[in-house]
């Protein structure tokens, strides 16, 4: 089956610990892309990849960091510089020349 | 900036009736895609509907149409024949063409009675 897949589900962190979530895709999409999702409010991006080895940042990057060593993989990691962490991430992917984008389930991340 | 704005925190409908879900959005471009998507209490997040904003006739997807007028910039969601199963949280969005910037609404939170 094809499909984005994020792990884990539910994680659970200490204050000042940086921490990866995971995101792969094996749809043979070039781009993927790091949304953060709170209560009352739309996704906001946090980082972009449209080809292996680059990403760019969105409007909220500050305390988080990507990698793009495969096409099929993007990890986040968010860092202890993240003051607010707490939140649903959400990972997407397209195919080039489309402009929908396909999701990943999602992880709950809680920094307590 | 381009922004998006649902001014329906959250709605209600009776089954099997009709709710429309209204967004509006701001954008100095003329070339750009919409999309509605959905997120059921699962977290995952479901494309309804695309409308290219080229395309004057109305996208619609079975029970899901959109109601499209560019020149107030206006991208409204009729849902027809509403199931239990359109409980969800439904988000408005939109994308420049050749931008890799989707913007999405605060979203509407639609309540299906039986």
């Known amino acids: 089956d094809g499909g984005i897949t994020q792990s884990p589900k539910y994680l659970f962190r200490k204050e000042g610990q940086n921490v990866t979530l995971s995101c792969e895709q094996n749809?043979?999409?070039?781009?993927m892309y790091w949304y953060r999702q709170d209560p009352g409010q739309g996704l906001r991006l946090i980082y972009y990849s449209q080809i292996v080895n680059d990403f760019q940042k969105g409007d909220i990057a500050e305390g988080y960091s990507v990698s793009r060593e495969k096409k099929e993989s993007f990890p986040l990691t968010v860092t202890s510089a993240q003051k607010n962490p707490t939140a649903f991430y959400l990972c997407?992917?397209?195919?080039?020349?489309?402009?929908?984008?396909?999701f990943g389930p999602g992880t709950r991340l809680t920094v307590t | 900036a381009q922004t998006v704005t649902q001014s329906q925190p959250e709605m209600s409908v009776q089954e099997a009736e009709t709710v429309t879900l209204s967004c509006t959005y701001d954008?100095?471009?003329?070339?750009?895609?919409l999309f509605w998507y959905k997120q059921p209490p699962s977290r995952q997040m479901i494309l309804v509907i695309r409308q290219e904003a080229y395309k004057q006739q109305n996208a619609t997807e079975n029970r899901f149409s959109v109601n499209f007028q560019k020149a107030a910039k206006s991208f409204s969601l009729k849902i027809s024949d509403s199931q239990l199963g359109d409980t969800a949280m439904y988000f408005c969005a939109f994308i420049i063409y050749n931008n890799n910037d989707m913007r999405f609404g605060a979203g509407t939170r639609l309540t299906v009675k039986p």
């Open positions: 997407a992917s397209k195919a080039s020349g489309i402009y929908e984008q396909y």
């Open positions: 954008t100095s471009e003329s070339n750009y895609y």
């Open positions: 749809l043979n999409h070039d781009a």
